[in-house]
């Protein structure tokens, strides 16, 4: 599975992206720094990466939250936003199994927070190619395993 990095969490994370059996596109391999997240949405859509980024921040701007909707983006981001390199790479290795699932199994736009002690999943929107889909309220992984949801 493909990770795009947003570049807020920067180039650390990457050879432990790797280790963990993903393909890692980092923001500033591909961007300005200083570039607009509406172009890496585009990028990231068009090649169907999931993102993953230090917090959700980019849902505090209306455009761009907009965006990351109609992209239909998988969007993963850490709870905890800005915290150690450590604290980030544990929180993948905890939360790989249902990172790798949804990435690859569930239709965006979602939002998924991890965190250190579960990963708490949010539909942003319907999934391109699907009837409506209840919304979820933010669910625990157990054993690795993130509970999805479910067609109406």
């Known amino acids: 599975m493909t990770l795009f990095v947003d570049r807020n969490l920067g180039v650390g994370i990457k050879p432990y992206l790797l280790d ?6 980092l923001h500033d391999d591909l961007f300005a720094q200083n570039g607009d997240d509406i172009e890496w949405i585009a990028r990231a ?16 701007n209306r455009l761009e939250k907009q965006a990351v909707i109609e992209a ?3 969007f993963f981001c850490f709870a ?3 915290t150690d390199l450590q604290t980030h790479i544990e929180v993948v290795r905890k939360n790989l199994i249902s990172i790798k699932a949804l990435g690859v199994l569930m239709p965006g736009p979602f939002l998924a927070s991890l965190t250190p002690q579960n990963l708490r999943f949010e539909w ?5 190619g699907t009837d409506e889909y209840t919304r979820h309220e ?4 157990q ?5 999805l949801g479910e067609k109406k």
């Open 20 to 25: 963990f059996g993903f393909e890692v596109f």
């Open 45 to 60: 859509s068009a090649n169907d990466w999931p993102v993953l980024a230090a917090d959700k921040g980019i849902f505090r």
């Open 80 to 82: 905890s936003g800005h």
């Open 138 to 141: 933010p669910t625990t992984k």
């Open 72 to 74: 239909h983006l998988k």
């Open 143 to 147: 054993n690795g395993n993130a509970h």
């Open 124 to 128: 942003l929107g319907n999934p391109v």
